[in-house]
């Protein structure tokens, strides 16, 4: 395996995410914004945050394997969410734990960001991720 994720106990715990990812390898892959589009860029329905999440990771999920990767070679993951609010994670986790064993997403997942945006894309999009992954 080209990546390593840990938590050391000295980090806030628990958290739905591992603290630290050390990669090596030669090969970068960087899958740019994902939404909760279809291939044909049809807006999921319906338009919730969970179902979006889903979405969006799902797309993730092709994007990576598009490059021969997959979540286990993720050393980053970068969620950006429109109007974030921290009573936002119940939703925001749901639509994780939804997709996560589909697209082979171990929980805690690799080392993320959520960044709070006031708006995306489009109006209806509420979430958008970006990964980073290391290959040999």
């Not at 993951?77 to 697209?103: C, H, N, R, S």
């Amino acid at each position: 395996m080209t990546v390593h994720l840990s938590s050391p106990s000295t980090l806030m715990q628990p958290v739905p995410y591992h603290h630290v990812a050390i990669g090596t390898g030669t090969r970068h892959v960087h899958v740019s914004g994902q939404i909760a589009r279809t291939v044909d860029a049809t807006p999921v329905a319906p338009v919730d945050l969970a179902g979006q999440v889903a979405q969006a990771l799902r797309n993730t999920y092709e994007g990576l394997t598009s490059a021969g990767a997959g979540f286990d070679d993720v050393v980053r993951l970068t969620f950006y969410v429109t109007d974030w609010q921290p009573t936002k994670i119940e939703a925001f986790m749901a639509g994780v734990t939804e997709v996560a064993e589909e697209i082979g997403l171990s929980l805690p997942m690799p080392p993320a960001s959520l960044i709070g945006v006031d708006y995306l894309f489009e109006p209806d999009v509420l979430v958008e991720v970006e990964a980073t992954a290391i290959l040999d």
